[in-house]
Each structure stands twice: as C-alpha cells, then as structure tokens.
C-alpha cells in the first residue's frame, strides 16, 4: 500500500511539473524573443553601454540564472531541484552555468520548501510525515533542515 501512495504522489508530481513547466517555458520562450527582436537603445549610431556585471557574465549563465529565478518562483524548487532541472536533457545548460545560477538565484529556500508543504497538503491531503518525505526525496531535493522549517510552519 505505501508503494502504491508513493507511485501515486510520485505521478501526479511529474504531471503537476510538466503542466508548469510547460507555462513557464512557454512564459519563458515568449518573453526571450520579443526582447530578443528589439534592438538596444543606441544614441548617435553607437551601441548601447553594457553594464560591467552583464558583460563579465556568460550570456549562457545569465541566461541560466533567469531560468533559475523562475523556478524558484513559480515552481517553488528547491536549490538541488533547479540545478537538476538547468542540467536536464530538456533544458541542457552546461553545469557550470547551472552551478552559477543556483549560486546567484535569489531564493528563501525554506519559504520554497514551505510552499510546496502547503500544496501537498491542500491538493493531495497528505500526511506531515509523507510531506516531510516528499520534500527530501530525489525528486524535490529540498533538505533536512528545509523540510523541518517547512513542516514546523504547516499550519501557521
């Protein structure tokens, strides 16, 4: 019976993420080729400055940390969860790319791991201790201490 649970939270996961996926990718992708198609602002002929920070950064990583940002906030994902994600044969980010995304994304990781408790239990009414097992698992990668803080807030 547990590994039916367990085979049922872990479908419906998957499902749940490619839907979002889907939207964010698709958010993503819309928003890439309309800033993609507008020239930069220029004045006299001459090409816009680019601040220092974009210059020294890879367009690959900041590219990478954009996508990264998303996931976090929309997704909710845990800090191993993006890298596994940036890393992926769907997204294919270089893993020093991925590592300096997840290095630099702006993110409360416990808020994150919270959100998800917060969703597990009102969509799929699970138990504290399957949500706690759920948040450390493989698939969520949250750790131990985000998934204490997260269901020690559950009910708050």
């Known amino acids: 019976m547990k590994f039916i649970l367990k085979s049922i939270v872990g479908t419906v996961t998957v499902i749940i993420t ?56 929309i997704m909710h994902m845990s800090k191993r969860g993006i890298y596994n994600q940036l890393t992926s044969t769907a997204e294919k980010f270089p893993k020093a790319a991925a590592q300096y995304a997840v290095d630099n994304v702006k993110v409360d990781y416990k808020s994150n791991a919270l959100a998800k408790a917060k969703s597990y239990r009102e ?15 493989s698939s969520e990668g949250f750790t131990a201490a985000e998934a204490d803080y997260a269901v020690a807030n559950l009910s708050k």
Do not use: H, W
Not at 23 to 52: D, H, I, M, Q, Y
Not at 125 to 132: D, E, L, Q, V
């Open 18 to 73: 490619v839907i979002v996926l889907g939207g964010v990718l698709f958010a993503c992708g819309a928003n890439a080729s309309r800033s993609a198609n507008e020239p930069p602002a220029t004045s006299a002929g001459k090409a816009a400055p680019v601040p220092a920070k974009t210059g020294s950064v890879p367009v690959e990583y900041q590219t990478a940390l954009k996508k990264a940002q998303s996931y976090a906030d």
């Open 123 to 137: 969509i799929m009414s699970m138990s504290t201790a399957a949500i706690r097992s759920q948040l450390t698992s």
